[in-house]
């Protein structure tokens, strides 16, 4: 049983353009919210991360939309690159117990 | 300077045998972790230790055996090796402190089994 659910599954962008990825969540006592970035071959890596008194979180060209009431996250990619072209799994997590969403493959064309 | 170190990198071994993973983190983190990311790039936690001490358990066969030496240390045991455990797995630490910490991942060790 997924905790977490992430869509899209694939997106494919135009370099400059904005990519979304989004995230829903069941259990309410989930309390970290990160993203993760994986390159092929590689672990993932810790991209951004939100917690739930705020609804917006802003780094860069990344921000995390955060909807509490929804039980919903999402992840924005400002001015999208090819460097940016890889895995993003949103994640949930109480305690250090971490729940992972299936995963995006992000695909940024020249 | 690798924060969190897995060997080896590529393990291919036959169905049947017993193998280890073994995983260093040199970040003075408390808690350390193992996931599995399967061929689909699920990835899924497995354990999770606290200072020595077993927090996560997931329903794991208990083929699986996690070993922590110290706290700098969380080695990944498997015995009787299957054909749906090949994956790649994931060491991870983290610091302990109020509420979640930001987890720190290995590049993993993929595991095939023939």
């Known amino acids: 049983q997924q905790q977490v659910k992430q869509s899209p599954q694939s997106l494919i962008v135009q370099k400059g353009g904005i990519s979304i990825i989004n995230c829903a969540y069941e259990?309410?006592?989930?309390?970290?919210f990160p993203w993760y970035q994986q390159f092929p071959g590689k672990g993932p890596a810790l991209l951004i991360a939100i917690r739930p008194d705020v609804s917006e979180k802003k780094e860069g060209r990344f921000t995390i939309s955060f909807n509490k009431s929804a039980k919903q996250f999402s992840l924005h990619i400002m001015d999208s690159q090819p460097g940016d072209s890889a895995t993003y799994f949103c994640a949930a997590s109480f305690n250090n117990d971490m729940r992972f969403g299936a995963g995006t493959r992000l695909t940024v064309k020249p | 300077d690798t924060a969190v170190s897995q060997t080896p990198k590529y393990l291919v071994t036959q169905m049947g045998n017993d193998k280890s993973i073994k995983c260093e983190q040199n970040?003075?983190?408390?808690?350390m972790y193992w996931y599995k990311q399967d061929s689909k790039k699920f990835l899924k936690i497995m354990f999770s230790y606290n200072n020595k001490e077993l927090i996560i358990n997931e329903t794991v066969p208990n083929r699986f055996s996690p070993k922590s030496p110290d706290k700098a240390h969380l080695n990944l045991h498997i015995n009787s090796l299957e054909l749906g455990d090949s994956a790649v797995y994931f060491c991870a630490s983290s610091q302990r402190g109020h509420g979640n910490q930001p987890q720190h991942f290995g590049d993993g060790t993929r595991l095939s089994i023939l």
């Open positions: 970040l003075g983190h408390d808690t």
């Open positions: 259990n309410t006592a989930f309390d970290y």
